[in-house]
């Protein structure tokens, strides 16, 4: 029978093995976090469309490709299409996938197929596209958020808690978290979808609405420029900015 002192120099060969057992050596750029590599590339893609879009504006025949009358008479004749509506709602949805701010989303729609159908494309396609952001967090489950963002989405996790529908409508009115984040988080927390849909409606209608008006009146502006269209722009702009902070203002008190 082998002595304590056997035994423990038995112990000490095992761990010299072990600290000198071959590990493969990874690639430096598995070194990189997913979720910065992701960044770096939504940055590198977003940096070579700004670089696209300003030389396709230095070019005449793009230039008038790209003016307001062209993007309204395209508009116009993707609506004459048998499923130019469908069109439409997904080119929203791979905006909202792709992180387009909302604001750049409604004034997109009322650019291009004027203030109310614009008003009423831009808030279809957000719901469709915050609809299926939904699912893939409901399908990824909350590691995706934890993994992607950790601590900063303490705030939007505490008011999507609740999981009610006055929540969502006031976290889609707050600044809460961009558009995107909040939709795959309120899957991945299991926010139920009637809840969902209702609450960003309720949430996103007051923006829609206020952001088609001032797009319109800016519109008349760069037409027409005169006293009464700078009036009426101004009046917009007041009006405006003041049922967002009523809106903003009511939503952020609980409902009685």
């Known amino acids: 029978m082998a002595g304590p002192g056997a035994a423990g120099q038995h112990r000490s060969a095992r761990a010299a093995m072990g600290r000198c057992a071959w590990r493969p050596s990874l690639p430096s750029s598995l070194s990189v976090p997913p979720l910065r590599r992701a960044r770096l590339l939504f940055i590198a893609a977003y940096a070579l469309v700004g670089v696209a879009l300003v030389w396709l504006w230095q070019q005449p025949q793009a230039r008038a490709l790209l003016s307001l009358p062209a993007l309204s008479e395209a508009g116009r004749t993707l609506l004459q299409t048998p499923f130019g509506s469908l069109a439409v709602i997904g080119g929203y949805v791979l905006a909202v996938f792709l992180a387009v701010p909302v604001a750049a989303l409604i004034a997109a729609g009322v650019l291009v197929f004027g203030p109310w159908p614009g008003m009423a494309y831009a808030m279809a396609g957000m719901l469709a596209g915050a609809v299926v952001a939904w699912a893939v967090g409901r399908w990824s489950g909350p590691a995706l958020i934890d993994r992607a963002a950790g601590g900063r989405l303490a705030l939007l ?12 409508a006031v976290v889609r009115a707050l600044p809460v978290a961009p558009f995107l984040v909040v939709n795959v988080a ?13 609450g960003s409606f309720l949430g996103l209608l007051p923006g829609t609405v206020g952001m088609s008006l001032f797009m ?18 101004a009046a917009v702009f007041a ?18």
């Open 186 to 198: 309120a899957g991945a927390l299991g926010v139920r979808l009637r809840d969902y849909v209702l």
């Open 239 to 256: 009006g405006v900015a003041t049922l967002l902070w009523w809106t903003r203002r009511r939503l952020s008190q609980p409902p009685v």
């Open 157 to 168: 996790s505490a008011h999507l808690h609740r999981r009610g529908l006055w929540t969502v």
């Open 216 to 233: 319109d009146r800016v519109v008349a502006v760069w037409r027409e420029p005169g006293p009464g269209a700078w009036a009426s722009l």
